[in-house]
């Protein structure tokens, strides 16, 4: 399966990624081979096999209800692009 | 043509817990400036590992068995995936179809009885970060503020079925759900500080026709009355859409507050495709019967149970001990008053002090817009006040001002007394010269009385408290006044 050009235009704007036409042709690429990988496993016969959500056979791993110190307001906007009165500063959303 | 109204509701509490529902910052962010309640967990930064919060689960659980819920035995969380800047992640960790409880019901009360409301699900999530929107003065740009303190705090959501039939009805299992969170402890409850949020379903139907219209949800509603309103708004909007002839289509709509109506929002792009996955990095929960049961042991005596007790343990009506369970705190506050309150009939105690809460107390609150857990009368200042009723120091009517005073300044009954002269006066020495007084004044009365007139003598005895501003012990007064007359 191929993937377009428009719906990988579109997966990099959910994703909010900026591309260009080189990166658009690489990813359409890369993304297209990991759908046929997965064409690939789809033809394995599942019957009778329940699905699996995770993959490593864990359950119940749980914390106690214990606060701990959170960062230092300098480190959690250390990446942010821009700032203001202790927020990050994002475009606007339309609700 | 007769509509029926379909309404379900879809309710989020936040959870009373220390710590976050993945990550341990603390939720006690409400007077903390922005992001200082943060980690990389709760900041969705890459290859962090979230934890589930154990006491957030039993908190879940413990709701779930109050509404008579059946518990999964096997639970996960599931990603839930949209664009929107409230979500550092890109996704919420929710639950979609293991959900931790299922297939419950809740009792509202309806005129003659009480009718159940299904409830679906009730699941476990995490609260998103707070965005505040601003414009740049100069050049008139929108842009957002993000707050992430919020995010991540355990979040329940309870979904009940499209049971309820109208506004009242919605008002009521709100009121309902809200007192059955605060007696097991879970959450606050509070609707106007945004820990107790409420999103409606509503749609309209021909009455008897069963097949459903375009389902219009409701969201933006603030407070019990704002749900009331904007439920009471759209059944009439639905109704006129259908009687000129026009379609309801499916939307959202927002209430807005000032206007008094609700305002479709544009959907949101891609709204509806939340791609849901199991949360890989959450291994998914087994809930034992064992820990089920014990949980099971801890719920408190709920609403419906003590207000059942109520009637019968003190002879209250169902109208009375619906009131008074209401809330928990206000239960708690009558059950210590008749403990305190000393000797005399049970049934006889529990009315009078179940007609001072439900009477001037719920006034006072009213015209205060305070609560019960407020209160700077203790109950066992209540019982003093009482006791000095019982004894006759103070008459009823004055005890409604005294009260009043101790509900204002948490003064105690016997001081505001002393200090205003409001003690009662049943000494006949007392009296004597004010009813002497009484009888001169009004010889048509008197001569009324004597030709058989009971009317007369009601109207002295309400001289004589006049003249005493009412300090006057009535029955004293009656007392004399027919002796005096008599004696002619
Ligand atoms: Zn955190």
Request: include cysteine; charge should be negative; aromatic fraction near 6%.
């Amino acid at each position: 399966m191929r993937l377009s050009r428009e719906e990988v235009q579109h997966i990099a704007l959910l994703a909010r990624l900026g591309v260009d036409e080189a990166d658009l042709q690489k990813f359409s690429e890369q993304l297209s081979n990991i759908l046929e990988n997965f064409e690939i496993l789809q033809k394995v016969d599942t019957t009778g096999v329940p699905p699996t959500s995770h993959p490593v056979a864990l359950s119940n791993v749980i914390r106690d209800d214990e606060a701990a110190p959170s960062l230092l307001p300098g480190e959690v906007l250390a990446n942010a692009p821009r700032e203001e009165d202790g927020c990050f500063r994002v475009r606007a959303v339309l609700e | 043509m007769e509509y029926e109204t379909v309404i379900g509701l879809e309710v989020h509490a936040q959870l009373l817990t220390k710590s976050k529902m993945f990550c341990s910052c603390s939720t006690d962010y409400a007077d903390a400036p922005p992001n200082t309640h943060v980690c990389p967990v709760c900041l969705g930064m890459p290859g962090v590992l979230p934890t589930i919060n154990r006491q957030a689960i039993e908190y879940a659980i413990m709701t779930a068995l109050a509404l008579n819920c059946t518990i999964a035995e096997h639970t996960r969380f599931d990603r839930k995936n949209y664009p929107y800047p409230d979500l550092m992640k890109g996704y919420q960790i929710s639950q979609y179809d293991n959900p931790l409880s299922h297939d419950g019901w809740l009792a509202i009360e309806v005129e003659g009885g009480e009718r159940r409301i299904g409830i679906t699900r009730v699941h476990q999530e995490e609260d998103v970060a707070k965005l505040w929107h601003r414009t740049e003065p100069a050049t008139g740009e929108t842009y957002s503020l993000v707050d992430v303190n919020r995010a991540g705090v355990p979040l329940m959501e309870i979904v009940s079925e499209p049971d309820l039939r109208s506004p009242e009805e919605a008002r009521q299992y709100l009121m309902k759900l809200r007192s059955i969170l605060q007696y097991l402890g879970v959450s606050t409850g509070n609707m106007e500080e945004g820990s107790f949020r409420c999103d409606a379903n509503i749609s309209i139907r021909p009455m008897g026709n069963g097949g459903s219209t375009a389902k219009v949800e409701v969201k933006n509603m603030n407070s019990f009355k704002a749900v009331y309103r904007a439920l009471e708004y759209e059944v009439e909007r639905q109704r006129k859409v259908l009687e000129k002839g026009g379609k309801l289509v499916q939307e959202t709509r927002g209430w807005v507050e000032e206007k008094g109506a609700t305002v479709s929002q544009r959907s949101k792009e891609y709204a509806h495709d939340y791609r849901y996955f199991p949360e890989p990095d959450l291994p998914p929960l087994t809930i034992s019967r064992e820990m089920v049961e014990e949980l099971r042991s801890r719920l408190p005596e709920l609403p419906d149970d003590r207000r059942d007790r109520f009637m019968s343990q003190y002879g209250l009506s169902r109208y009375d001990a619906n009131l008074l369970t209401a809330s928990r705190a206000q239960a708690d506050y009558f059950e210590s008053c008749l403990e305190l309150f000393p000797g005399g009939e049970g049934e006889k105690k529990a009315k009078t002090v179940a007609n001072w809460l439900l009477g001037e107390y719920a006034r006072l609150f009213n015209v205060t817009e305070t609560e019960i857990t407020e209160c700077r009368v203790e109950p066992r200042h209540l019982v003093e006040m009482l006791g000095l009723i019982g004894e006759g120091t103070l008459s009823t009517t004055m005890a409604k001002a005294v009260f009043e005073e101790m509900f204002h300044s948490g003064r105690r009954a016997p001081e505001i007394v002393q200090e205003k002269g409001l003690a009662q006066v049943s000494a006949a020495s007392e009296l004597e010269a004010v009813v002497a007084q009484v009888l001169a004044d009004n010889a048509q009365a008197v001569a009324d009385y004597r030709q058989g007139r009971e009317q007369a003598l009601k109207f002295m005895v309400g001289q004589v408290m006049r003249a005493t501003r009412g300090q006057a012990n009535p029955q004293v007064v009656n007392e004399m006044l027919v002796k005096k007359l008599e004696e002619g």
